[in-house]
């Protein structure tokens, strides 16, 4: 065991300040890796308030972030696919029971013993896992990505839960050309989103409640940005959708999205409000449409979808912080004023 300095709160209403936390020394399958970025994501914010205590209760202290980019620096002597000096990422799952029908069809999101990146009891260690809002971490090879070479770092991270969560339903739903898209809410996830729906083909239309996030929605890719507050310009888009994905992080009126979907049309969830969303019977049944979820991905395609991001040369717009700011960061998150992820520079952890 080893101690590796972090960033983590103690109670729902506590700030984030610096701690000191222990890792595992690398096992035979394990990768080190010195965390260079670390996205925020929604989630994390979530976490550390407990606003998720219904599901999965925050354990403090709990050190968020599943986000990562870094350099390997030691490796198990089984280790096959990374060495010391390679770029290594992690995600949201940093283990599961790989025995399961789920795990055996590469689909460990559905895995029912996932260990999460963050407040999830730890095998090795016993307590509870931390996350990438620290200098380092020890994970499992084979829960660690490969980051394609030409991909800027600090954008790359991201890719980690706001790529795989939206790239993920977006193939599983057959996104490509001739389809209309819509994306909800231009906030880190959907960002990422329209970024996919127009590198795959789509039509893409973003709604946002920002009037300020017009232009960026067209720079992003997006064909059309609507004002979703206002009634005239959702109302043109009645019944014309074969998808939308929302990303919204707050309680909103999903049934003015699903109005807005074609016959068969499919609306899925992404985004994990505190509190349930009422939906009206009738918008679904009158169109056969259909509301689903969908969380993060499974480890190959996790791959897959950085590859494709290194292809198509996709990062997260990012504004890159030292982890002294993430508080006020998280105040600008719940503003809705980031643009469009803050990914935190873990250099700035070294001077603690
Ligand atoms: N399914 C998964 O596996 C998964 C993975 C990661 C995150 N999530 C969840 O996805 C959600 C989004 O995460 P994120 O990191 O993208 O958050 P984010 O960067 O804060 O973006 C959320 C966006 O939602 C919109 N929004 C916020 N409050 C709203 C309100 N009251 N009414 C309508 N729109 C509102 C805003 O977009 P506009 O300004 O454009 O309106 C905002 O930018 C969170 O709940 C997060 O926990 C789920
Ligand atoms: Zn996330
Ligand atoms: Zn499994």
Redesign the pocket.
């Known amino acids: 065991m080893y101690k590796a300095k972090a960033y983590s709160v103690a109670s729902a209403t506590s700030p984030f300040v610096g701690d000191t936390i222990t890792r595992r020394d690398p096992t035979d399958h394990d990768v080190q890796i010195e965390i260079l970025f670390c996205g925020i994501?929604?989630?994390d914010l979530?976490q550390a308030r407990n606003e998720w205590s219904g599901v999965m209760p925050t354990v403090y202290p709990c050190v968020p972030g599943h986000e990562i980019v870094g350099r390997v620096t030691r490796v198990g002597s089984a280790v096959t696919k990374f060495k010391p000096g390679d770029l290594g990422a992690v995600g949201c799952l940093v283990d599961s029971d790989r025995t399961c029908p789920e795990c055996l069809a590469g689909l460990e999101q559905f895995c029912p013993n996932p260990t999460l990146t963050y407040n999830f009891p730890d095998k090795h260690l016993g307590g509870v896992t931390f996350g990438g809002y620290s200098d380092s971490i020890v994970v499992d090879e084979r829960f660690v990505f490969h980051v394609p070479a030409n991909l800027n770092l600090a954008g790359a991270s991201p890719l980690l839960?706001?790529g795989i969560?939206t790239y993920s339903p977006m193939r599983h739903w057959g996104v490509a050309q001739g389809k209309k898209v819509g994306v909800v809410?231009?906030?880190?996830?959907?960002h990422m989103g329209v970024k996919f729906s127009h590198a795959l083909g789509a039509y893409t239309v973003v709604f946002?409640?920002?009037a300020n996030?017009k232009d960026d929605g067209l720079r992003l890719g997006a064909d059309e940005v609507v004002l979703s507050r206002d009634a005239n310009q959702m109302a043109k888009h009645a019944g014309s959708f074969d998808f939308i994905l929302d990303?919204?992080?707050?309680?909103?009126d999903i049934n003015a999205y699903i109005q807005l979907l074609r016959r068969d049309g499919n609306i899925t969830l992404?985004?994990?409000?505190e509190k349930p969303l009422p939906v009206s019977a009738f918008g679904l049944l009158f169109g056969r449409k259909s509301l689903s979820g969908?969380?993060?991905g499974g480890l190959p395609e996790t791959q897959e979808m950085l590859d494709f991001c290194g292809r198509h040369n996709i990062t997260s717009d990012v504004e890159v912080i030292p982890i002294q700011k993430v508080n006020e960061a998280y105040e600008r998150?719940l503003k809705?004023d980031?643009k469009?992820r803050f990914s935190i520079d873990m250099a700035s952890l070294k001077t603690e």
């Open positions: 994501c929604h989630s979530h839960c706001a969560t809410g231009l906030g880190g996830l959907g946002t409640t920002s996030k990303a919204v992080s707050a309680e909103h992404v985004g994990a409000p969908s969380p993060i998150l809705s980031v469009y």
